[in-house]
């Protein structure tokens, strides 16, 4: 079966702190895809990343980084000087062939960043 | 290049009603997905559909819930009969191609439809 654990339910951090997501993925695929996604208090969903599982290496994306590790099946997202603005409900999300290729979420991490 | 419209954006219903929600993938898409997000959950896929015909609806309840995607117009949700568990967000996607191919297995969200009953 595949399942994906953002064990952290909220988080709380003051502006300019470092803040790191966690994110658990299960899967006997050895091809599968991990997603990061956030919803801001609007409601909608934004992409952030997509990353295959040949592909380990780290990823940055200006105060975004993202490390993916398959021994430990974790792909964890790291906001760096954090603002108010990165407020919102982050996902974590999996896409494998067992599961027809459907996107299996998280529960999701909410973030409040304080001024 | 508009991208996955969904509406209404919100909707009201009371018990018992019909609720229908619309889904205009993007242009060039014909691969649809239907997802609720429960208040304080994420999101749960519900069914995948190509035009005019249904891919998988394994997430689907069994009763009350329909989908289709037919040749011309929008991807449409039904919902008959709706009860106050149905409220919730309903989010479509599209991809370009079959989301069974590797390479190009990325959906595109919409911005949810929030279903409320009354």
Redesign the interface.
């Known amino acids: 079966a595949q399942k994906?654990t953002q064990a952290q339910t909220e988080i709380s951090v003051v502006e300019k702190e470092d803040v790191t997501l966690d994110c658990v993925y299960e899967t006997r695929d050895t091809?599968y895809?991990l997603f990061w996604?956030k919803q801001p208090p609007s409601?909608?969903?934004v992409?952030l990343i997509?990353r295959n599982s040949f592909d380990e290496q780290n990823e940055i994306s200006g105060r975004y980084s993202w490390n993916f590790q398959k021994s430990t099946s974790s792909f964890n997202f790291t906001i760096t000087a954090s603002q108010v603005v990165d407020s919102a409900v982050y996902?974590c999300?999996l896409?494998g062939?067992t599961g027809?290729?459907?996107?299996?979420?998280?529960?999701?991490t909410r973030l409040f960043v304080k001024a | 290049n508009a991208g996955v419209m969904q509406n209404p954006r919100h909707l009201v219903r009371r018990r018992g009603q019909e609720a229908r929600l619309r889904c205009s993938p993007m242009k060039g898409h014909s691969h649809v997905y239907w997802y609720r997000q429960l208040p304080e959950e994420g999101l749960k896929f519900m069914v995948y559909l190509q035009k005019e015909n249904i891919i998988d609806e394994s997430g689907m309840p069994k009763e009350r819930f329909s989908a289709e995607f037919p040749k011309e117009g929008p991807s449409i949700l039904r919902i008959q009969q709706v009860v106050r568990g149905d409220s919730a967000a309903y989010f479509c996607a599209s991809s370009p191609q079959d989301i069974r191919d590797l390479k190009n297995n990325e959906q595109f969200f919409g911005p949810g439809t929030r279903l409320t009953v009354l």
């Not at chain 1, 027809?100 to 999701?108: E, N, S, Y």
């Open positions: 994906v091809t895809y996604y409601g909608e969903l992409f997509r996902f999300a896409s062939i027809g290729f459907k996107t299996i979420f998280g529960a999701g």
